[in-house]
């Protein structure tokens, strides 16, 4: 008699979780996937799909009691996280504790706890839905962000006053609580630090160069494993976000954590999400440079069924992406077959448009090589 399989259900339908289906049911689960029809690619590749908003908590657990879920979880989405970690406490599973959802997907109320916690990051205050807020004795230029979304919608760089009561209003509409949270600004270099952690435990397991639009929107252009900071700078930003996942309670699953190095040489923590990266930071990158599969870890923490990651290999691995800005990299996509390095192109969108959020962009290419890839305007 087979013996029945165990049961998983991923929070989110979108591009973005597809991986997390995929690779839960190469591992020989039950996929239960769970989100609004319209752009669930994932209704297709999931055993069961439900049409039902991620937001909707209750009823989604509900139907994870009815069903016996074994596990739950979602690979690249702040809301989502909410979500997993409601279902999971209800249900007696395995997952960060939910009492901490909002400091891990609220970037005002995580800048308050990195406060107390003495985890450095830059100045901030936040600007309620009101639309009131202080900046007294605040240093132009700041970021103007919603408190609780991701892919760069509605962030933007303020220069003067004049620019930033506009800019509150474009992120208190992108924002799900429309609040904003206003920063100083951090020049430096941007790195995030792409983590695993069960039972507490934590285990970094790359960091990743970025590459971004620049001011006014931010949106990340290329990724870049491993980083190539000097090796002390590292071993500090590793320090820094370890203290940091214990202050934010994370204890299961992935954590992608994003920082800025000043030229001084100051570590500033922007902010952590409990979840991988997205851009295939996580699903894929992570992967290329080490040989860990961490998409493979992150389901088995949320089945109970974890191991040490143990890194087989040191590879450079990459994307870039295509916009109006990176025309360049459509040669790439378009004769990807002329590089060996090049594992993944795809044109998501024939027309390019210029950038002013993640989806914006309309293609990309993946690499995996010995050494970073660099590519050139004309090729």
């Not at 049961?7 to 979108?14: D, E, L, N, Q, R």
């Not at 016996?68 to 504790?97: C, E, F, K, Q």
């Not at 851009?279 to 040490?308: N, P, W």
Request: with cysteine; glycine share 6%; net charge negative.
């Amino acid at each position: 008699m087979l013996k029945p399989k165990k049961k998983i259900a991923i929070i989110g339908g979108s591009y973005l979780q597809l991986p997390a289906v995929l690779k839960a049911k190469e591992l020989g689960y039950e996929v239960h996937c769970f989100s609004w029809r319209d752009g669930a690619v994932c209704a297709e590749q999931a055993d069961f799909f439900y049409p039902i908003s991620i937001i909707e908590k209750e009823s989604i657990l509900r139907e994870c009691e009815r069903i016996g879920i074994d596990g739950i979880t979602t690979i690249a989405s702040d809301v989502a996280v909410l979500t997993v970690n409601y279902v999971a406490s209800h249900m007696g599973l395995i997952s960060n504790p939910d009492e901490y959802s909002e400091v891990t997907t609220n970037k005002y109320l995580m800048r308050k706890c990195f406060t107390e916690n003495d985890v450095p990051s830059p100045r901030y205050t936040i600007a309620d839905q009101s639309g009131s807020y202080n900046i007294t004795s605040f240093k132009f230029p700041l970021i103007v962000k919603p408190t609780d979304r991701s892919g760069s919608r509605g962030v933007e760089k303020v220069l003067d006053p004049l620019q930033l009561d506009t800019a509150i209003d474009r992120a208190q509409k992108e924002a799900f609580s429309k609040a904003a949270i206003i920063e100083e600004f951090v020049t430096g270099r941007e790195i995030s630090v792409e983590a695993i952690s069960y039972q507490g435990r934590h285990t970094i397991l790359q960091i990743t160069d970025k590459v971004t639009t620049g001011s006014p929107y931010f949106v990340e252009l290329e990724h870049h494993q491993p980083s190539t900071l000097p090796g002390q700078i590292q071993s500090e930003v590793k320090a820094i976000v370890l203290k940091a996942l214990d202050a934010l309670h994370i204890q299961y699953g992935a954590s992608h954590s994003e920082l800025k190095i000043t030229e001084d040489g100051d570590i500033r923590v922007i902010e952590i999400g409990a979840r991988m990266g997205g851009d295939f930071i996580g699903s894929t990158l992570v992967r290329l440079s080490t040989g860990y599969d961490f998409l493979e870890g992150v389901i088995k923490v949320a089945m109970g069924e974890f191991q040490e990651p143990v890194i087989s290999q040191r590879h450079c691995s990459g994307v870039f992406f295509l916009s109006k800005e990176t025309e360049y990299v459509l040669k790439y996509i378009e004769h990807s077959s002329n590089y060996p390095e090049i594992v993944e192109a795809q044109i998501t969108n024939p027309v390019l448009r210029n950038i002013e959020c993640s989806g914006d962009r309309s293609g990309y290419f993946i690499y995996q090589a010995d050494k970073r890839f660099r590519v050139t305007e004309d090729i």
